[in-house]
């Protein structure tokens, strides 16, 4: 049956045993191996899915950076997860507040059964949290978008996820950790990964300051890329299968009911959101679809694995729309939140966390065939929601907190400050940080050198970038009529031209 040890482990050796003199999958069933595994390269999906959400959602001349830094994150942090942080979150020995270096460098980590779950190794264990500690700097450092340096992001990325996103992740799902122990729910993330990623990035568009513009119609421009967000949502959408399904620790009806949540969250999130726009507008946002269905998985991703189907309607409705209207707390607080990382992860996140106190059901738990849980308010335990605001104080408080000195000290490090030049905001983080582009024959081609070379009247471009030979070209043809034609193999030779150079 699935979830059920085919041995008994036996708890004598660190690493499960000798693997040369004893066969350690005997503890495990396959079926819960392979669903964790898939698990893992679903919620990995995630990560780029939220640098694309985050480019399409910015300024063309900034949009490859957001995508970088979310590759980054997962390179940084696949190290740092390995080097010591999984030791520091779940070692087997930690404390109520930190875990320990037993396990640094992976050490021993192996074929015993998880601090997580019984029904998966160590090892397991391991990779698929890691994928957790990857995206959640990821949707942080966002806020960064269109005026903060590449350097710095990936210094705070390592430092933040050791003292910001280790330590809430071994208080909530570490056995030891003081908010597991006080009874606090969370199934999949909403305190170490939404509430910190959420309250980071506002703690981060705080330090790092508004963009150059910000307050002026300079700065009031529609996404740059709407098939980048509902890219970036596909990946979100689909990977959030592994990340609250695969929580179950196994493959078991309580992680089908997680999948089941999701999806309906999910759906409902997103019709929530398009209405409420619709309402102002008259338009079907495309981009409101987006980010509602993103609003409805955060809501329900702590309570994935605690209510029952009809629940998460209402999760996907109260996600929606608390996040929508969230969206306007950064012009009352004057805090340029470029990409709303706050009002969809922070304030997603607490809601969740809140909600989950009210629908958190027994027997719902209890599908895994091994947890036992009071519930929350539809099985009278009423306690449950003071556990639930404790834990988003808590992680509100020491999420920005931290994060807040963290970037502090940073921005006193020669080489390490925040902030782009004005020079480097003006031309765009692509070209100033990375030197490349998003779509490099699109924005300097089209909207500079093939206007003016086909010799439109009015074509201002920027001539500096325009190669000389070609203005000769240009000039002698200024002001002729329009030739589509002619005007076709002027373009076609330009492609060429640029491509081979």
């Known amino acids: 049956m699935s979830g059920l040890n085919t041995v008994a482990y036996d708890g004598t050796i660190a690493t499960g045993g000798d693997s040369l003199t004893t066969n350690l999958n005997q503890y495990y069933n396959p079926g819960d191996i392979a669903w964790i595994l898939t698990s893992t390269a679903l919620v990995w999906l995630m990560i780029p899915g939220v640098g694309f959400f985050y480019s399409g959602l910015a300024r063309r001349k900034s949009a490859l950076s957001l995508i970088w830094l979310s590759l980054m994150s997962v390179a940084v942090v696949s190290f740092q997860w390995f080097f010591w942080g999984y030791s520091l979150t779940f070692s087997h020995s930690a404390g109520k507040y930190i875990g320990n270096l037993d396990n640094f460098g992976l050490k021993d980590v192996l074929g015993a059964p998880s601090v997580g779950s019984v029904f998966i190794p160590d090892l397991l264990y391991m990779v698929y949290q890691g994928m957790f500690a990857a995206i959640t700097p990821a949707l942080a450092i966002g806020a960064a978008a269109e005026r903060g340096r590449m350097l710095p992001c990936l210094v705070f990325i390592f430092v933040w996820s050791t003292i910001v996103y280790d330590v809430l992740a071994e208080w909530t799902w570490n056995p030891a950790g003081w908010l597991y122990k006080l009874g606090s729910y969370d199934f999949a993330g909403g305190t170490p990964v ?27 421009f529609r996404p740059h890329n709407v098939t980048h967000v509902v890219l970036g949502t596909v990946f979100l959408w689909f990977g959030w299968f592994g990340f609250n399904g695969g929580s179950a620790g196994g493959a078991n009806i309580r992680g089908v009911m997680a999948c089941v949540v999701t999806n309906i969250a999910a759906s409902v999130g997103g019709i929530t959101w398009v209405l409420l726009d619709y309402r102002l507008e008259r338009k079907w946002s495309t981009v409101g679809f987006c980010s509602g269905a993103v609003a409805g998985l955060v809501a329900i991703t702590p309570a994935s694995g605690f209510v029952p189907a009809w629940a998460a309607v209402i999760f996907g409705v109260v996600g929606g729309a608390a996040c929508n209207f969230a969206t306007g707390l950064k012009y009352y607080i004057g805090v340029d939140d470029a990409l709303d990382i706050f009002a969809e992860h922070g304030v997603g996140g607490i809601v969740g966390n809140l909600l989950t106190a009210f629908f958190a059901a027994d027997y719902i738990g209890a599908l895994d065939g091994v947890s036992a849980i009071p519930g929350g308010w539809l099985n009278g335990h009423y306690i449950q929601l003071a556990y639930q605001l404790a834990d988003c104080a808590a992680a509100v408080a020491y999420s920005f907190g931290v994060t807040c000195i963290i970037l502090f000290v940073m921005n006193l490090i020669p080489g390490l400050s925040l902030r782009a030049s004005e020079e480097a905001e003006v031309e765009g983080i692509d070209a100033a940080e990375i030197g490349e582009f998003a779509y490099d024959f699109v924005e300097r081609e089209r909207e500079t050198r093939v206007p003016a070379l086909m010799g439109y009247e009015g074509a201002s471009g920027e001539g500096s970038m325009t190669h000389p030979k070609e203005s000769e070209a240009a000039v002698s043809e200024k002001h002729r009529p329009f030739n589509p034609e002619a005007d076709a193999q002027v373009f076609c030779r330009i492609y060429i031209i640029n491509t081979l150079v």
């Open 194 to 220: 939404h509430i910190s990623s959420g309250t980071a990035a506002l703690a981060y568009s705080v330090m790092l300051g508004k963009r150059r513009g910000h307050g002026t119609h300079e700065l009031n």
